[in-house]
């Protein structure tokens, strides 16, 4: 399946650019992160991948937060046509968890954009944020 994923973060000029590096690599390990410089002075990192193993660690982390019913729906409802576009905290990010947002006002340092653009955008979701199946959640209710 073809996926291809874009990850951008602008850096303000109040935060340190190598924590923001860190943040994207916390949640993108492999992904080579360019520094564009803009017109404006402002500067904004950007990394590219393609296909599901990009985005490995975001499900590790999704599945290790034990998010995935709220990560799933959050997916389903960002999704349209082919892309499917994310918001994450960048200081959630900066220590390895997984946190979504909104693209301005909930993130005081704005958010880590994520687009994935894919012909089957749940094949996508459901990597990222399988359901839980059914005989799981028959046995988490009979132990509660």
């Known amino acids: 399946m073809s ?9 303000n000029p109040t935060e340190d650019e190598a924590k923001v590096q860190r943040a994207l ?10 520094r564009i410089s803009r017109s404006d002075d402002t500067v904004t990192l ?13 499900r590790s982390l999704i599945k290790q937060e ?9 997916l389903l409802r960002r999704a349209g046509g082919r ?14 968890r997984v946190s979504f947002c909104e693209p301005s006002g909930e993130s005081p340092h704005g958010p880590i954009s994520i687009r994935i653009e894919a012909a089957d955008l749940q094949a996508v979701v459901d990597f990222l ?16």
């Open 83 to 96: 892309g499917l576009q994310l918001y994450l905290n960048k200081q959630a990010a900066f220590v390895g």
């Open 129 to 144: 944020a399988s359901k839980p199946s059914q005989e799981g959640y028959k046995r988490l209710h009979e132990v509660t």
């Open 66 to 74: 034990r998010i995935r019913t709220a990560a799933r729906t959050v």
């Open 25 to 34: 690599h916390n949640l993108f390990p492999s992904a080579p992160i360019e």
């Open 3 to 11: 996926v291809r994923v874009t990850v951008e973060s602008l850096v």
């Open 46 to 58: 950007e990394a590219h991948g393609i296909g599901l193993g990009f985005l490995a660690t975001l």
